[in-house]
């Protein structure tokens, strides 16, 4: 069964940093483009990151770009979102996913992780 | 990124046909993507390139396209079909999602 669970979440004060995690299982994570997408509390999705199969490649929304740093380790089957400076608009949930192919980085997401909760407040 | 405009809500009756819009600039050259939400739950990918459905997604979900606007169609609309929808689309740096259309089964 394909699966990502997603991890890392919490209460953070503003400026603070926060490391979020994404364990994959089966499909040969090492051949897909990954994605963060985050929600916040009653509001629609926003895209904010996503990293070529390679991890050669990323791409970042303006409103985090400097801030956030997405990563993966083929080897562990895991992708990352390391925040930092956050701020009380970051708060949300925070999906991974999947791109659908293999071939372009950016396109459909067919697979979701379950969400992990950021809370940035003091 | 681009801007994705939907409409925030469309209301339906048991049955009958459901289209959501979504129009930006930039749909003519890039595919759209259709996802379902609801309530607590993750996003569902329900049309991708415009018009495809994934396995096990009910065939009364179809996507269409018409110069700047991309439309998802539900014929005969269940019950179960309440929910959040959201268009997506994506160039070679970046993804934008639509603002969101909730769909409400009368």
């Known amino acids: 069964e394909v699966q990502l669970v997603g991890s890392g979440g919490g209460l953070v004060q503003p400026g603070g940093s926060l490391r979020l995690s994404c364990a994959v299982s089966?499909?040969?994570?090492?051949?897909?483009?990954m994605n963060w997408v985050r929600q916040a509390p009653g509001k629609g999705l926003e895209w904010v990151s996503a990293i070529s199969s390679s991890g050669g490649s990323t791409y970042y929304a303006d409103s985090v770009k400097g801030r956030f740093t997405i990563s993966r380790d083929n080897s562990k089957k895991m992708l990352y979102l390391q925040m930092n400076s956050l701020r009380a608009e970051d708060t949300a949930v925070y999906y991974c996913?999947?791109?659908?192919?293999?071939?372009?980085?950016?396109?459909?997401?067919?697979?979701w992780g379950q969400g992990t909760m950021v809370t940035v407040s003091s | 990124s681009y801007e994705l405009t939907q409409p925030p809500s469309v209301s339906v009756s048991p049955g009958q046909t459901a289209r959501i819009t979504c129009s930006a600039d930039a749909l003519p050259k890039q595919y759209a993507y259709w996802y379902q939400q609801k309530p607590g739950q993750a996003p569902v990918l329900m049309i991708y390139?415009?018009?495809e459905r994934p396995s096990g997604i009910p065939e009364r979900f179809s996507g269409s396209s018409s110069g700047t606007t991309v439309t998802l169609t539900i014929s005969g609309v269940q019950a179960e079909d309440e929910a959040d929808y959201y268009c997506q689309s994506a160039d070679s740096s970046g993804t934008s999602f639509g603002t969101g259309t909730k769909v409400t089964v009368l």
């Open positions: 996913a999947k791109r659908r192919d293999a071939v372009a980085t950016m396109g459909a997401l067919d697979i």
């Open positions: 390139k415009d018009s």
């Open positions: 089966g499909f040969t994570f090492s051949s897909y483009p």
